[in-house]
């Protein structure tokens, strides 16, 4: 076999050294965390196959380059070609070092014995049993941050590592890690806007032309800051209830907010089949909505989550699911609402209306919520991620909102919101509840 130096055919910048120098030196002693928020086309997802094609050699083991979607993951890198049309893929796994290459399942195997592959942390679930020694999270602020606890203690286990790498996509969990790791010295972390990055030559690496054409191409000049400068200001381009979640949490109703035993809680459900089941818990008071908990999880039937709901304190009230509770399973033949019934649950149907109506009921309805900041964490995160699709073809974006982990909290959330008692609902007047404090 010829000899082949890695990596191959590529030479970073002198920009992207001080993340693979510091990598290379913390997993030689095992381990390694890094977060790089780098700028539109600075290279990212370059050097961290690269690192990771150096990295297969040395310590021969499972490694994953997880998107958001797997759908995305063969689009991006899979599928991806450099500018001399040459498969990205090829160089930094040239086909002489491959035991095998399965296009399905976008895998390569190494003669080193290493395996490397591109997955979606919208299905991470289905990976259970893997056992990676290094991830790289590509998009991490677009991708499901439940795929990173999952990796979290195999990593921790096994000493391996793992690169978090993103531009921003506003104050979300993309946002947190970075300043978790800016406090960590055990973690390496770096942000590196258009006027960071040079070429060999000195040259920037994006010139002011080419911001400038994306400018009069209609990119606003928020979206420029986030992309161009890194700004973690800019809400994120095309979300339903961005707004409104920094609007809550900006008038303070985004803290501590605890269980009211005199009122009844209220469930709000999107019952998943293949996908996560969510549920979020409120307590009404006027028109003022508290959620007070949020419940999800996957691969589980309806008695687990009833059963949760049992162990919890709370005196209930009304348990509303969306209208597909009512279809009958094929197996039984019987529906998940008479199944619910059976284990001693009563739900009500979620009136029929719109996607597009059921939004702007959650719209309408957010201005009004109290949300407690820890216990329902993950679906605020979804409400505020939660987005409609962007069509590649006609470079704008879709009616219709993006399947991927914020569907199921935002859902829920809609189902609770056009179910609201009382008919139109008036804006609650902004005064913490009892026991509500704001964290900081």
């Not at 700028?39 to 370059?46: E, L, M, P, Q, W």
């Not at 070429?199 to 994306?214: C, F, H, L, M, S």
């Not at 890194?230 to 985004?254: Q, W």
Request: aromatic share 10%; charged share 25%; hydrophobic share 40%.
């Amino acid at each position: 076999m010829p000899e082949i130096s890695l990596p191959h055919g590529w030479t970073p910048r002198t920009y992207q050294l001080p993340f693979l120098v510091a990598m290379q030196e913390a997993t030689a002693g095992g381990g390694g965390r890094a977060v790089l928020v780098w700028h539109r086309r600075s290279g990212k997802d370059a050097t961290a196959l690269n690192f990771t094609a150096c990295a297969a050699h040395r310590r021969p083991g499972v490694y994953w380059h997880m998107l958001p979607t797997a759908t995305q993951a063969r689009k991006a890198v899979w599928d991806a070609v450099d500018a001399s049309g040459k498969r990205v893929l090829d160089k930094v796994f040239p086909r002489v070092l491959r035991a095998g290459t399965n296009a399905t399942e976008m895998k390569i195997s190494l003669k080193c014995g290493a395996i490397w592959q591109l997955v979606g942390s919208d299905n991470f679930n289905s990976l259970v049993g893997a056992n990676p020694v290094g991830v790289v999270f590509s998009e991490y602020s677009l991708a499901d941050p439940a795929a990173w606890d999952y990796v979290r203690p195999i990593l921790a286990e096994n000493g391996g590592w793992a690169v978090f790498i993103f531009t921003p996509r506003g104050r979300n969990h993309g946002y947190v890690l970075l300043e978790m790791a800016r406090r960590n010295p055990n973690w390496f972390a770096q942000v590196l806007s258009v006027d960071d990055t040079r070429r060999a030559d000195g040259t920037p690496v994006i010139g002011a032309d080419a911001i400038e054409e994306d400018r009069r191409a209609g990119m606003a000049e928020e979206i420029l800051r986030q992309e161009y400068w890194c700004s973690f200001d800019a809400a994120l381009t095309g979300a339903y209830y961005g707004k409104a979640i920094e609007a809550a949490r900006s008038e303070g109703r985004i803290g501590g907010v605890e269980w009211e035993p005199a009122l009844p809680v209220e469930t709000w459900w999107d019952l998943g089949m293949g996908d996560s089941t969510a549920i979020w818990f409120a307590q009404r008071l006027g028109a003022e909505v508290r959620l007070i908990d949020y419940l999800e999880a996957s691969g589980e039937g309806l008695s687990f989550y009833i059963d949760v709901l049992k162990s919890k304190p709370y005196a209930y009230g009304r348990h509303i699911a969306p209208h597909d509770i009512e279809v009958r399973e094929l197996g039984t033949g019987k529906s998940r609402r008479e199944t619910a019934q059976k284990l001693g649950l009563r739900f009500e149907v979620a009136p029929a209306q719109s996607l597009a109506d059921g939004i702007e009921a959650s719209r309408a309805l957010i201005p009004n919520c109290w949300f407690d900041e820890t216990k329902c964490a993950r679906g605020i995160e979804a409400l505020a991620q939660y987005r409609r699709e962007w069509n590649d073809k006609t470079k704008d974006f879709k009616p219709t909102p993006l399947h991927d982990w914020t569907s199921h909290g935002s859902d829920a959330f809609r189902y609770g919101a056009v179910a609201r008692e009382g008919g139109k609902l008036g804006r609650a007047p902004l005064r913490a509840p009892s026991a509500f404090a704001v964290l900081r």
